[in-house]
């Protein structure tokens, strides 16, 4: 059984890791909209990338929490 600070601690952490995904959920929906429509710049396409590296890291470290 896990001590109660590291339960709270854990807990805390997967909130902001769930809060960031929301953000960067959002701005790839931003991203695959104006690519639908308009195309994206070499550095929206970086962008894009980054991100989906991003919210692959931060399921990693939420399984981890688990």
């Known amino acids: 059984m896990e001590p109660q600070g590291i339960v709270a601690s854990n807990h805390s952490r997967m909130r902001q ?3 960031e995904m ?6 790839q929906i931003e991203l695959t909209r104006s690519e639908t429509f308009v195309g ?3 550095a929206e396409h970086e962008e894009y990338e980054k991100i989906a ?3 692959s890291a931060l399921f ?7």
């Open 17 to 19: 890791i769930a809060a």
């Open 22 to 27: 929301d953000a960067l959920f959002q701005r």
């Open 40 to 42: 994206l710049t070499p």
């Open 53 to 55: 590296e991003r919210i």
């Open 60 to 66: 990693r470290e939420m399984a981890r929490l688990k």
